[in-house]
């Protein structure tokens, strides 16, 4: 694919284009009023001079990325020599219909047709086309240019072929792809997160408890960034009322109807279930909501998903935390609680108010009497006999792997389980023979960490500071200890803990548009994970002071004039790092763990101790039989081909 039409210039419309004109491709807007592209091409420009101004990229890549971008008014112009058409106009399916017939009078005939909705059928609009089988749902999430989920789905008739095609597009700009395997009302986020929302209204309607009781349980006990009648507010109440109606998940109660006739709809009104005239409400702590009314909903969704063959346990997970910063997967809280604790609720809940979806799944059912019941059993949605990542990602490519923090949502923060998760894969991988090199980076393109999860820690008490301290610097030792090279493949944030993780790595290539600090003074803290000792050893004392204590966020090239890490662009950063990780590979790997060893741990002792070290293992080296092939390679003139013995 070359060239991108994006057709509707409004919010996600302009996001789209910004998004894949980021990414190298020519993109061609189109809306019906000159007004509405003006508005999109000065909210573009606005976006990237503000990336420009935070340091992200230069004015001449700012430049460069809007002179990519075609408004224009005609259909014609903008699809006639499209590679792809995503669609990004009000959620009307007649409207959607109409764009598309327009469309196909002067698209290719090999070009892919997408819809950027957030819930109506892909097969019935692909259908209403001449190309249904390169019809398909390209779901992104608001805003387009922030939010890392990408929802793809396959409509009856849609090609595997053009989901592989789209699945390929949502990586190259940046995005996370999940494929949703079959056209349901809703698709996986949706689907789930509707019902969770008016299930609470339902109940704010019912009586059985006020908004801020709901809320609270979830911010408070959860760390959900917003309670889901705040979340409904902030998302538009008539949103809620019309997704209600369209897709019947739950009733639409007689409150959100009140308030929807009232037009009290929210933030966008000034006033909802709460008063947005002052900006977010303060929103006071109340305690007597059972959360389980909405958790075990919500897992009965996820198992209707799977059930029906709509996506696994894994990607319904990373749905939700990607597309509504959840901190927790669905089917991680459901094996967490237990599954038998959420069918009990579910029948309940089923009894009280009747709602076909609130009637528990079979799958779910089965899942219970084969005694799957999560965490406690061991086995549940996920089986935790086996090393099960839900915060990491551990991939491997020939003798590298990559260790990938998994928390895009979190901008890759650190938390207990994270560090539990980093500890566990070092220990296998530190086994795994065929592993002679490891990369550290962060998913998502805005973070590699963004420090220790702070939402995981609301009391801090010294006791429990101690408690956080201690462990980072185990698991970052135990890093340190890694009997291989380590990479930290810097790709965006990565301030105090991240900072601090990157500093216990080997190498750091840093890409430009990152920042770097140990950022903890200007929450009146100081690093607590080796930074202090760690980085005086890497930028020399002097400037480790100026950082640390002015709480300084330095850029990539800042970074590598300091010797912290090497500066690589953007387009290059990934060659960069997979080329090192190769040199590495093909280094002898028991030299390779002396020679760490020693100047690690050689730095810390006296200069005449650390010479006795590395006379050690000198010695070590040279009992190998890679010394043997390195000698011989040297007199024959060829390259050495180490074994690791």
Same mark, same amino acid.
């Given at each position: 694919?070359?060239?991108?039409?994006?057709?509707?210039?409004?919010?996600?419309?302009?996001?789209?284009?910004?998004?894949?004109?980021?990414?190298?491709?020519?993109?061609?807007?189109?809306? #019906?009023?000159?007004?509405?592209?003006?508005?999109?091409?000065?909210?573009?420009?606005?976006?990237?001079?503000?990336?420009?101004?935070?340091?992200?990229?230069?004015?001449?890549?700012?430049?460069?990325?809007?002179?990519?971008?075609?408004?224009?008014?005609?259909?014609?112009?903008?699809?006639?020599?499209?590679?792809?058409?995503?669609?990004?106009?009000?959620?009307?399916?007649?409207?959607?219909?109409?764009?598309?017939?327009?469309?196909?009078?002067?698209?290719?005939?090999?070009?892919?047709?997408?819809?950027?909705?957030?819930?109506?059928?892909?097969?019935?609009?692909?259908?209403?086309?001449?190309?249904?089988?390169?019809?398909?749902?390209?779901?992104?999430?608001?805003?387009?240019?922030?939010?890392?989920?990408?929802?793809?789905?396959?409509?009856?008739?849609?090609?595997?072929?053009?989901?592989?095609?789209?699945?390929?597009?949502?990586?190259?700009?940046?995005?996370?792809?999940?494929?949703?395997?079959?056209?349901?009302?809703?698709?996986?986020?949706?689907? #789930?997160?509707?019902?969770?929302?008016?299930?609470?209204?339902?109940?704010?309607?019912?009586?059985?408890?006020?908004?801020?009781?709901?809320?609270?349980?979830?911010?408070?006990?959860?760390?959900?960034?917003?309670?889901? /009648?705040?979340?409904?507010?902030?998302?538009?109440?008539?949103?809620?009322?019309?997704?209600?109606?369209?897709?019947?998940?739950?009733?639409?109660?007689?409150?959100?109807?009140?308030?929807?006739?009232?037009?009290?709809?929210?933030?966008?009104?000034?006033?909802?279930?709460?008063?947005?005239?002052?900006?977010?409400?303060?929103?006071?702590?109340?305690?007597?909501?059972?959360?389980?009314?909405?958790?075990?909903?919500?897992?009965?969704?996820?198992?209707?998903?799977?059930?029906?063959?709509?996506?696994?346990?894994?990607?319904?997970?990373?749905?939700?935390?990607?597309?509504?910063?959840?901190?927790?997967?669905?089917?991680?809280?459901?094996?967490?609680?237990?599954?038998?604790?959420?069918?009990?609720?579910?029948?309940?809940?089923?009894?009280?108010?009747?709602?076909?979806?609130?009637?528990?799944?079979?799958?779910?059912?089965?899942?219970?009497?084969?005694?799957? $019941?999560?965490?406690?059993?061991?086995?549940?949605?996920?089986?935790?006999?086996?090393?099960?990542?839900?915060?990491?990602?551990?991939?491997?490519?020939?003798?590298?792997?990559?260790?990938?923090?998994?928390?895009?949502?979190?901008?890759?923060?650190?938390?207990?389980?994270?560090?539990?998760?980093?500890?566990?894969?070092?220990?296998?991988?530190?086994?795994?023979?065929?592993?002679?090199?490891?990369?550290?980076?962060?998913?998502?393109?805005?973070?590699?960490?963004?420090?220790?999860?702070?939402?995981?820690?609301?009391? $801090?008490?010294?006791?429990?500071?101690?408690?956080?301290?201690?462990?980072?610097?185990?698991?970052?030792?135990?890093?340190?200890?890694?009997?291989?090279?380590?990479?930290?493949?810097?790709?965006?944030?990565?301030?105090?803990?991240?900072?601090?993780?990157?500093?216990?790595?080997?190498?750091?290539?840093?890409?430009?548009?990152?920042?770097?600090?140990?950022?903890?003074?200007? $929450?009146?803290? /100081?690093?607590?994970?080796?930074?202090?000792?760690?980085?005086?050893?890497?930028?020399?004392?002097?400037?480790?002071?100026?950082?640390?204590?002015?709480?300084?966020?330095?850029?990539?090239?800042?970074?590598?004039?300091?010797?912290?890490?090497?500066?690589?662009?953007?387009?290059?950063?990934?060659?960069?790092?997979?080329?090192?990780?190769?040199?590495?590979?093909?280094?002898?790997?028991?030299?390779?763990?002396?020679?760490?060893?020693?100047?690690?741990?050689?730095?810390?002792?006296?200069?005449?101790?650390?010479?006795?070290?590395?006379? $050690?293992?000198?010695?070590?080296?040279?009992?190998?039989?890679?010394?043997?092939?390195?000698?011989?390679?040297?007199?024959?003139?060829?390259?050495?081909?180490?074994?690791?013995?």
């Amino acid at each position: 694919m070359k060239k991108i039409a994006v057709l509707g210039a409004g919010t996600m419309g302009h996001g789209i284009a910004q998004v894949c004109a980021t990414a190298g491709y020519e993109v061609a807007v189109r809306d #019906i009023k000159q007004e509405f592209l003006d508005k999109a091409k000065d909210a573009i420009a606005k976006n990237l001079a503000k990336a420009v101004s935070k340091g992200k990229m230069s004015e001449d890549k700012a430049k460069e990325i809007l002179g990519r971008i075609n408004f224009t008014l005609s259909v014609e112009e903008a699809v006639k020599d499209a590679d792809l058409v995503i669609e990004a106009v009000p959620e009307i399916m007649d409207l959607k219909k109409q764009v598309f017939a327009e469309v196909q009078k002067f698209a290719k005939s090999d070009c892919i047709f997408a819809s950027n909705t957030s819930g109506l059928s892909i097969t019935e609009l692909g259908n209403s086309t001449d190309r249904p089988e390169k019809f398909v749902g390209l779901h992104f999430f608001n805003p387009p240019v922030v939010m890392q989920l990408v929802e793809v789905i396959k409509g009856e008739k849609t090609s595997d072929e053009i989901i592989a095609k789209a699945v390929d597009f949502v990586k190259k700009i940046g995005k996370v792809p999940v494929v949703v395997k079959k056209d349901v009302a809703g698709f996986i986020v949706n689907r #789930i997160l509707v019902p969770y929302l008016t299930l609470a209204i339902d109940d704010v309607d019912k009586g059985v408890a006020k908004p801020e009781q709901i809320d609270s349980v979830f911010v408070a006990k959860y760390a959900f960034p917003m309670g889901p /009648i705040e979340l409904s507010d902030f998302v538009g109440l008539d949103i809620l009322y019309f997704a209600g109606q369209q897709w019947g998940l739950v009733p639409v109660s007689e409150t959100l109807k009140k308030k929807f006739e009232a037009k009290e709809l929210g933030m966008k009104t000034g006033k909802g279930f709460y008063d947005w005239s002052a900006g977010r409400p303060k929103i006071p702590r109340a305690e007597g909501y059972d959360e389980l009314r909405l958790i075990a909903p919500m897992v009965n969704i996820s198992a209707e998903l799977i059930e029906l063959g709509v996506a696994d346990a894994k990607e319904i997970d990373t749905a939700m935390k990607l597309g509504t910063n959840m901190p927790k997967g669905v089917c991680e809280l459901g094996d967490e609680i237990g599954l038998d604790v959420i069918l009990a609720k579910l029948e309940q809940l089923y009894k009280e108010k009747g709602y076909e979806i609130l009637k528990p799944r079979e799958l779910l059912k089965r899942m219970v009497s084969e005694g799957k $019941l999560g965490v406690k059993t061991g086995k549940g949605f996920y089986d935790y006999a086996k090393a099960v990542y839900k915060n990491i990602e551990v991939q491997k490519e020939g003798y590298i792997a990559k260790l990938i923090l998994n928390r895009p949502q979190k901008l890759n923060a650190l938390d207990f389980a994270t560090l539990e998760e980093i500890s566990n894969a070092l220990k296998e991988l530190e086994k795994d023979e065929e592993v002679r090199v490891l990369v550290i980076t962060g998913a998502g393109d805005r973070a590699f960490s963004a420090g220790f999860d702070l939402q995981t820690a609301t009391e $801090l008490t010294a006791a429990k500071a101690v408690e956080i301290s201690m462990k980072g610097n185990e698991v970052f030792s135990q890093l340190e200890r890694f009997p291989k090279p380590v990479i930290a493949a810097i790709n965006g944030y990565a301030f105090g803990g991240g900072c601090e993780l990157a500093l216990a790595c080997d190498f750091r290539i840093m890409k430009r548009g990152a920042k770097i600090g140990l950022t903890e003074l200007s $929450l009146a803290l /100081i690093p607590g994970w080796g930074g202090t000792q760690r980085l005086p050893k890497i930028v020399g004392i002097a400037k480790a002071k100026e950082m640390i204590m002015l709480a300084k966020r330095i850029d990539a090239d800042e970074a590598e004039k300091i010797g912290l890490a090497k500066a690589v662009d953007a387009d290059k950063f990934e060659s960069e790092v997979m080329g090192l990780a190769r040199q590495l590979a093909e280094m002898p790997p028991i030299s390779l763990k002396a020679a760490k060893f020693a100047i690690n741990f050689g730095y810390e002792l006296p200069t005449d101790v650390g010479k006795v070290l590395e006379a $050690l293992a000198f010695g070590l080296a040279t009992s190998t039989q890679d010394v043997i092939e390195g000698i011989s390679a040297f007199f024959q003139r060829r390259k050495p081909e180490f074994k690791g013995k």
